[in-house]
Each structure stands twice: as C-alpha cells, then as structure tokens.
C-alpha cells in the first residue's frame, strides 16, 4: 500500500507563495511513478493542477496555474512539490497530490490530467489564500 502525505499547506495572502510538499511514505520504485497534483474547492468539483512524468521529462499544468505553479520531484526523497507562486483567492482549495496507477507511463498530456490515471492518494492540505 502506498501511502501519500501532504504538507505545506496554510493561510497566504493574494500574491504570495507556497511550497506544497507530498511524501512518500512507503512503496517502492516511487521514482517509476508519474505524479499529479489536484486541487478541490468547496463546493466544486477536483480539478488537475499539474503533473510530472516518472523520468521528470515533461510537467503539465492546468492552464489556469500555469507560469505561476511549478512541479518538482526528488526521487532520492520519495517526494514530489508544488511551487506556488502570485497565489489568488481562486487557488483557495485542499490541494492533494497523486501516483499514477502504472509504472513508466508515456502517454500524452491528457492521460496525466485525468483523476482516472492516479491509484493512490493523500488526505489533502488546504490552502486558503486571502484578498
């Protein structure tokens, strides 16, 4: 079983920034693994906020976050992070990450956008972002 954990998450102000951190506490080959970040807001619906394939090549981001957010691994750490930058009140949500069901995946971008692709994930952490 793997098990992910979040951390990281607060109360900012608009414009400032935050690093989310996930971990993986358990489960191995975690550098084998493509991992995603999504985000839920009360109210609405998870969306897909970014995603990075298991070799690191390639990062996807939602439009909405993109040139603002950054994701990072570190596979020596069984960790992957959300660099969050220019924060609005929009970006208010529990931000949860996520590990792809499948090894060494090389699909295109949509597969790593889509909630279907993720078998494990951790208990979220807010992030509420002030006016």
């Known amino acids: 079983q793997v098990q992910l954990v979040e951390s990281g998450g607060g109360l900012v102000q608009a414009g400032g920034s935050l690093r989310l951190s996930c971990a993986a506490a358990?489960?191995?080959?975690?550098?084998?693994?493509?991992m995603g970040w999504f985000r839920q807001a009360p109210g609405k619906e998870r969306e897909f906020v970014a995603a990075?394939?298991?070799?690191?090549?390639?990062?996807y981001y939602a439009d909405s976050v993109k040139g603002r957010f950054t994701i990072s691994r570190d596979n020596a750490k069984n960790a992957v992070y959300l660099q969050m930058n220019s924060l609005k009140p929009e970006d208010t949500a529990v931000y949860s990450c996520?590990?792809?069901?499948?090894?060494?995946?090389?699909?295109?971008?949509?597969?790593?956008?889509?909630?279907?692709?993720?078998?494990?994930w951790g208990q979220g952490t807010q992030v509420t972002v002030s006016s």
């Open positions: 990075i394939r298991w070799s690191g090549s390639n990062t």
């Open positions: 996520a590990r792809d069901r499948y090894p060494r995946s090389d699909w295109s971008g949509n597969y790593y956008s889509s909630e279907m692709s993720y078998a494990f």
């Open positions: 358990s489960g191995r080959a975690f550098s084998s693994y493509a």
